[in-house]
C-alpha cells in the first residue's frame, strides 16, 4: 500500500508536501502578492495531501493521524 500510496501521491504532484512538508508563514509577516499566492498553492498541495492520505486508510489506522494538520 505504501508503494500505490506514493505512486498516488505523486501523480497528483503532492508527494513533495509527505517528504518536506508545509512551513505556515509567521503570523504578523508582511508577504508580498506573489509570496501570498505561493504560500497558497503550498497550503493547498498540502491538504490535497492530507486528504489523500486520510482516503488510504481503512478504519483500523485511520485514527492514527486523524488529528493531523498538515502531511509532514
Request: aromatic share 8%; glycine share 2%.
Given at each position: ?16 508536501m509527505v517528504e518536506k512538508g508545509f512551513e505556515k508563514p509567521i503570523d504578523g ?44
Amino acid at each position: 500500500m505504501v508503494y500505490s500510496s506514493k505512486a498516488w501521491l505523486s501523480f497528483q504532484d503532492v508527494w513533495e508536501m509527505v517528504e518536506k512538508g508545509f512551513e505556515k508563514p509567521i503570523d504578523g509577516a508582511m508577504l508580498t502578492l506573489a509570496q501570498r499566492k505561493v504560500v497558497q498553492k503550498a497550503r493547498r498541495k498540502d491538504q490535497l495531501a492530507l486528504t489523500i492520505i486520510h482516503q488510504c486508510l481503512d478504519d483500523a489506522t485511520f485514527h492514527i493521524v486523524a488529528n493531523a494538520t498538515t502531511t509532514k
